[in-house]
């Protein structure tokens, strides 16, 4: 077998070694999977359409219903079943959080590897740019950002907005931090020697940079999702989502409009708010607990597992 | 962050001093305040160019007009004590009321009243909100201090209704403004009127109007001392106000609260069948207007709308969306306006029926494609269908009519828009397919009726449907000079008729008007027909003893 794959499959186990005694990380895990479990799964985990009205026996609408067998979760407004718009709005909820944070993530690495790889001017002009965007408050400016987008009358959904939003505001913490594992590796000896023998730019990133920096990337891109879909709950709920894709932060905004709160209905506005908590809770916990056990400040680096090759000739 | 703070203790003082405000009824000596939750607010004070109707019910409070509707529905004289009008209805004599004064204490004379009248006809795009109430206007005079002298270049109709909206102004706040743009611009922030309150303050950023009672108003001065008008951007947070008590009286009940409202103890909670309605637009603009409309030509069938309207079910609508508060509806004239008078009770409604739906459509040539959306001669029964993003009711319909015209291969696609974006893609663009919005119509049929008509559809008119029928708009102009009521209304009903048939617009619902007031504190709120009528009802209120 290719010793590469090898080496990888004796990582992952030794990885997942240490990561299943850390309950913390296997929470994590829990309520991430569970999350995008019930998203993709959504159709067969509830016998209705999320735009289906439940009807009494004379055929009128049932609003606002408490939890019964029919509606394990209760009605909303237009007497929805609350447990169909959950399990559909996780698919809105994570897919915005996911790329968003994808998009996050991509960005904040190029800049951080670029910024503190060729360092000079690029670095300063990509870290003043980060720091003009760090220093900005987040939230008034997503909403001026989002408000403004949607004016323009553009063809796209308010959804690609968001995401585009999110995604290109939420990797100044990334690129900060990667720019700062890049700076001190990049002065080890064994750039040095690579470079010596004559690597280029290109292959020394590739091949000793990425490695030693990818696992903070994991770890932060977790981080960052949790980010992502507290940010769009809390756009959709301000009213900044799709009324027509519902997700959680937009039930949340509906329950809020349509007065859940003066009717009692908890089961309107309860569930949507503790399924935010349970997907962000689980990003966080993953995405600590990742960068406790990849934090290459923390171990080795990636030259100690071939060591032996080099030692026994 | 200093900044912030600042903002924070400013906000603190202000919720102190309007609550000390709050304290009142104590003492006999502590003024009596009313205080009134809303979820909007005026967009300006200045009646020249206002267009929410809290700014009118306000101006209502503060400024007086000719004429007033009563709690009956009838038009009787404010500042006129009475009028006459010569046989051709060409001339019309109005004598003033003893009296009245203006807020600082100045005589108020008719030439007041021909001032302001003839500065809306002179400057109709500056006075835009009130200039079609003097349409057929010629000139006003002021032959005495107390005779006003209206001429027309012909009769009209519903004289009394128009006056009733042309608040008359102070002319020394109105006079120095010399282009429309200025007038528009003016905030008019403590206006000078001639009504039972005056604003002693508006603050935009808290959301607040203080209004005092003005002892020298003519008709009678108030029982209470002041009314406070407090703007909630959250309607959950007004009614748990409502509830414990920091507030006396809610205007706008949300529909989905009002169960809840009637609960409450010692407040009492009033539905009337209101006028405010809601529609489907049906992209109407002829296919050779300029600009040309962009739009899915199948809408232009009758067949096709024939077959929308059975695909909705206006009754779900009601008791879903609406919780039940509210009734359907067909007509673009609702049962409330004059008593019922004016609405044409002849209209049958398409019922709900979705298999004639699809016959209908088989029938018209639109073969049901494979996946589901009918196709007729390579159109599809595909459309977009909008609805403005403030509304908080149209996401619901939008999904419910979704489903329903799936059933008849129909298939739509809701998208939420900006009100601003929707209304210049609309008119005059032309550029959708089907768009939910809604009306909510003056006491006389004149301002609705003129929403139909061809003129309107011009960048910041009234036409959203772009429907153009020169029959239609004939009909429009000969109400407008009918005195004759039954004639008049034969012409309405006519009318209503023509745009039911076209079908520009689906009427859906027409929502109640749902208000509560603290019944503990405060008694004397006049319940008429038209629901707790705010002007009548803030000078008969008094505190419960």
Redesign the interface.
Known sequence: MNPRWLLLKRNLLDFWKTFRRNRMGLAGAFLVLTAILAAVFAPLLTPYTPTETMRDAEGRALTFAPPSVHAPLGTDDAGRDVWTQLVYGARISLTVGFLAGFIAMFIGSLFGITAGYFGGWVDNLLMRLTDVLLVIPDLPLILVLVATVRQLELKVSPLVILILVIGLLYWTSTARLIRSQVLTIKERQYVYRARAIGAGNWHIVRKHILPQIMPLIVANTVLILSTAILIESGLAFLGLGDPTQPSWGTMLNFAFDRNAVSNGAWWFYLPPGLAIIWATLGCVLLGNVLEEMLNPRLASHHLEGEQSIVTQP | MKSRKWLVQVILIAAVLLSACGQAGGGSQEPVVLKVGWTGAPDTLNPAYAFLTESFTIFDLTYSALTTQAVSGEYVGSLAKEWTHSDDGLTWTFTLKDNITWHNGEPFTASDVAWTINAIIADPDGWAAVSNYTANFVEAAAPDDKTVVITLDTPVGNMEYRLSWIYIVYPPDFEVFTTPEDLQNFTNDTPTGTGPFKVTSFDKDLGVIVMDAYADYFDGAAKIDQITFQTFD???AM??ALKVGDIDMVIDV?Q??F???EGFENVKAVKTAGSYFSELIINSVPEDFDPAPNKNPALDDPQVRLAIAHAINKQ?LV???L?NLGVVGDTIVPPQLGGGFWHNPNIQDIPFDLSKANAVLEQAGYVMGADGVREKDGVRLEFRLQFP?DN?LY??V???L??WFKEAGIKTT???V?P??LYS?MTPAGNYDLVIWGWGPDPDPDFILSVMTSDQFVDGGWSDSGYMNPEYDQLYLDQQVTVDKAARQAIIWKMQEMVFNDRPYIVLWYEDLLRAYRSDRFTGFIESPLGIEIHHSMLQVEPVQ
């Open positions: 959250n309607s959950d009614i748990q949300p989905s609260a169960a809840t409202v779900d008791d879903a969306v919780q993003s908080p996401p619901r939008a999904d419910m979704t489903a809701p998208e939420s900006d601003d974006s893609q």
